[in-house]
């Protein structure tokens, strides 16, 4: 039904102010999250099956150079912006560091108002970056550092419920966008660093009451739990960074999985069921469905906590429901989806790898290098890095071209040590097991660029075109694509955010923001005018990788800290 219409307020209350006249607010249906209107960004990855696709097309490939900002608005926040604009007809809902949620006009920037949450000084949160919020009904839905989930009245930014999900003394904290499917809440912890014990709880969205919780690291007598030797379920971390995607007509959701802990293979030795995975969950319930490792016994810091994208692919003469995850292992992964199990279909490295030798044929099981894997007291080199070939940021699927696009690092190297003697775990402290005084990232010899975006066609199996960052920059930018085949994306130090043709990757279009794109961009429609929206604020892991390749390349590469929403239309 529709909402009334926004009163000018000026209301200032515990992290709250209302200070602008918005459009009518349309409440978020589950018919409305199923099939969101093309006009709108309702959700993380735009739909469901999170391809990160809008079917737009009044900014194409032949306006784009006329491409510029139309407004801007500064969130007062530092450190890492990665939550994508969400759009309901008219009315911007972003979430920043801190916990700070802003409603914004989406024509004109102004604000409607803003949530500020407080925090004690006690509170942790070691990756300080918050990735959105979600929409059901009339309220904006925000997952906190402090590990609570908080339900806000869309019009007023006023908190309906705040239910306490975890200890956050504990180093359980959450970064991800909640995904609301049959009217729960979910969302999945982060602290794998800690020795947390890796879960995805559900809500109820009307009440705040908790559902259903479970947990990534199977107990005594769940199946799997036998791939944990001794007590290391309890502190083995498999941690839930990113939002997961649904499937609403297995009824089934997808959320990857972070790697165990400690790194060093021997502190967790086993496979370590649903460590680095894909698991599909029933969102009624809980109960997990099927899942695929992508790799096991993971010593690398290669968690795999993108969801992988629901993709209907068309592979030796049939169609397959598929999943479709370009890996922190540097694997492109392809997998089917079905009712009762995750299936192989391919796997094929997408960057240069000295680890992975081979895959098994029917399982996808990878290989190793033994002089490659990580253990307690040794030292290896590896690539990709440890920040893997892709990371968090996602990719994006375009059913137009039939492409995949992928955001990613090449030609990145590790070498790091394992710890002499690993120490005893205690809840609150770092629980990793590596030196870090001796980790060294730097590009392979003869290597002239890293930072990568790859298009890749999935029904062959094939890499169609390659674009290349220049000036050894990184590539930490998630990405969209559009109907009017585009792919837009940021991540590099230099601090642009570009349009690419996405048929060719040829660079269409560029303009510098004031800080590093770590965002993830969204596309909308007001009155008829397309927009592209994105947050720019450098921070976090690519602030830290900044450094890194500082230190390796004897560069001084500093990128100014600062979030601001920015938001291009053509003119």
Request: with cysteine; aromatic share 10%.
């Amino acid at each position: 039904m529709k909402i009334e219409k926004f009163l000018q307020l000026v209301l200032c209350t515990a992290g709250l102010a209302v200070t602008q006249t918005a459009a009518a607010y349309d409440a978020v249906t589950a018919e409305r999250l199923l099939k969101p209107e093309p006009q709108n960004w309702l959700m993380y990855r735009g739909t469901y099956d999170g391809q990160g696709y809008s079917p737009l097309n009044k900014i194409n490939v032949s306006n784009v150079k006329r491409l510029v900002p139309v407004w801007s608005y500064s969130t007062g926040q530092v450190e890492g912006h990665q939550a994508p604009p969400i759009i309901n007809n008219g009315v911007m809902f972003v979430s920043t560091p801190r916990n700070q949620v802003l409603a914004l006009n989406a024509k004109t920037g102004d604000l409607i108002w803003q949530y500020q949450r407080e925090f004690g000084e006690d509170v942790v949160h070691p990756h300080p970056t918050n990735r959105g919020v979600a929409l059901y009904g009339d309220r904006v839905y925000l997952a906190t550092m402090d590990t609570h989930v908080v339900a806000l009245d869309a019009n007023t930014g006023k908190v309906v419920w705040d239910t306490k999900v975890d200890e956050n003394k504990n180093n359980y904290y959450f970064t991800l966008a909640p995904l609301i499917a049959k009217g729960k809440v979910m969302v999945g912890t982060s602290g794998g660093e800690y020795g947390i014990r890796g879960y995805i709880a559900a809500l109820d969205a009307d009440t705040g009451k908790e559902v259903w919780r479970t947990h990534m690291i199977p107990g005594p007598g769940e199946p799997g739990n036998e791939s944990w030797p001794g007590d290391t379920w309890k502190t083995g971390g498999v941690s839930v960074w990113i939002t997961g995607h649904y499937d609403p007509a297995l009824n089934l959701t997808y959320w990857g999985t972070g790697n165990a802990g400690p790194w060093p293979a021997d502190a967790h030795t086993g496979d370590n069921k649903h460590a680095t995975s894909v698991v599909a969950l029933n969102p009624d319930t809980g109960k997990i469905m099927g899942s695929h490792q992508y790799h096991w016994n993971d010593s690398w810091d290669w968690d795999e906590v993108a969801a992988p994208l629901l993709v209907d692919i068309k592979r030796d003469g049939r169609n397959i429901k598929s999943l479709v995850h370009p890996g922190r292992d540097g694997y492109l992964w392809v997998l089917e989806r079905k009712a009762d199990s995750i299936d192989f279909i391919d796997g094929k490295p997408f960057v240069k790898h000295n680890v992975i030798t081979g895959l098994e044929p029917k399982t996808g099981r990878p290989i190793y290098d033994p002089d490659k894997v990580l253990k307690i007291g040794k030292t290896v080199t590896i690539c990709p890095s440890h920040w893997g070939g892709k990371d968090w940021p996602p990719a994006a699927y375009n059913p137009q071209t039939r492409l995949l696009y992928i955001p990613l690092q090449n030609n990145l190297c590790t070498t790091m040590a394992g710890e002499e003697k690993i120490a005893p775990y205690a809840a609150g402290k770092r629980y990793v097991g590596t030196d870090a005084t001796k980790t060294r990232v730097f590009p392979r010899e003869g290597a002239d660029h890293i930072g990568e975006v790859q298009a890749w066609n999935l029904d062959t199996g094939k890499l169609v075109w390659t674009y290349n960052y220049p000036d050894m920059n990184p590539n930490w930018g998630p990405l969209l694509t559009t109907g009017g085949g585009l792919v837009f994306g940021g991540g590099s130090a230099d601090r642009n955010f570009h349009a690419l043709d996405a048929k060719t990757g040829k660079l269409l279009w560029q303009f510098k923001t004031n800080s590093g794109v770590t965002g993830v961009p969204s596309s909308y429609m007001v009155d008829g005018q397309q927009y592209i929206a994105v947050q720019s604020g450098w921070g976090v892991d690519a602030e830290k990788m900044t450094g890194r390749l500082n230190t390796s390349l004897k560069k001084n590469v500093k990128v100014p800290q600062g979030g601001v929403v920015w938001v291009f239309a053509v003119r």
